[in-house]
């Protein structure tokens, strides 16, 4: 279990340049994907 914490708390921290350096298109564009597959899940 903590083993699995650090893994996620890892990612985000790495991930978070990248997210910072994303321009608006992209994240709208990542946002429009997630919203799509959350409604596809719900299914």
């Given at each position: 279990?903590?083993?699995?914490?650090?893994?996620?708390?890892?990612?985000?921290?790495?991930?978070?340049?990248?997210?910072?350096?994303?321009?608006?298109?992209a994240k709208?564009?990542?946002?429009?994907?997630?919203?799509?597959?959350?409604?596809?899940?719900r299914r």
């Open positions: 279990m903590i083993v699995f914490l650090l893994y996620k708390v890892t990612r985000k921290l790495l991930s978070l340049p990248s997210l910072l350096l994303r321009g608006d298109a709208d564009a990542e946002l429009l994907v997630l919203r799509h597959e959350n409604a596809v899940l």
